[in-house]
């Protein structure tokens, strides 16, 4: 079966614009991960949903980033007023329940000029 | 602060010999370990992984070692493949809090013909 899905695969934008990075999880999983990788850095965790809700947003690094899940499936992450240091790798994840691994997609690289 | 430690950047080992890949982490909440592997523009491919409960974990050419009063866990690789060529990332989840994964920043493994 398919795996996740992460779309667009490269996005340049201008500082100071909205993005939207999208996510489709594998198939029957109901736990959904958001996490970026900065140059030379690990993986940071952004925001967990179970289903639907997302019970913890404080992972995310400012109020302008936002995330939704809609019919415990497609995600989206919405970051507003771009800034340069929001340039990463943003990857998602998924997972049967929160106690199987997690399986990633290839990510969204974001540069932002 | 780093919860998540992998101290070697990069290790170079022989092909056909044994790769031991360290990580350390000071949470001691951490209940769940997983290791990681990533090619470059690709996400990351799950390995293996080792509930605290146990103390070792086997699957065909990996193997997973956990030591909680060391609070450290190793991978082995053996025999190494050139295939085995790539980042390998360490990652932890605490039992009582977040639910996503706290990673290392990667070892990168390469292995020599």
């Avoid at chain 1, 400012?62 to 507003?80: K, N, P, W």
């Avoid at chain 2, 932890?92 to 706290?102: F, K, Q, V, Y």
């Amino acid at each position: 079966g398919a795996g996740v899905s992460q779309s667009p695969s490269n996005k340049v934008t201008e500082k100071g614009k909205d993005v939207e990075l999208r996510c489709d999880p594998i198939s029957g999983h109901t736990a959904l991960y958001w996490y970026r990788q900065s140059l030379g850095q690990g993986l940071e965790f952004l925001i967990y949903f179970q289903g639907n809700s997302a019970p913890d947003k404080s992972g995310l690094p400012s109020d302008r980033f936002s995330a939704e899940r809609t019919g415990g499936s497609v995600s989206t992450l919405t970051i507003q007023r771009t800034q340069q240091e929001d340039s990463a790798v943003y990857l998602c994840a998924s997972s049967e329940d929160r106690d199987q691994p997690q399986h990633f997609g290839d990510g969204t690289r974001l540069s932002i000029l | 602060d780093q919860q998540v430690k992998q101290n070697s950047p990069s290790l170079s080992v022989q092909e056909g010999r044994i790769s031991i890949l360290n990580c350390d982490y000071t949470n001691s909440m951490f209940d769940y370990f997983l290791w990681y592997k990533k090619y470059p523009a690709e996400g990351p491919t799950f390995l293996i992984s080792i509930s605290s409960i146990k103390d070792k974990n086997e699957d065909g050419r990996f193997t997973v070692f956990l030591n909680k009063s060391a609070k450290h866990l190793s991978l082995h690789i053996v025999p190494s493949q050139p295939g085995d060529s790539a980042v390998y990332f360490c990652a932890s989840r605490s039992g009582g809090g977040a639910d996503g994964l706290t990673f290392g920043k990667g070892t990168h493994l390469i292995i020599q013909p």
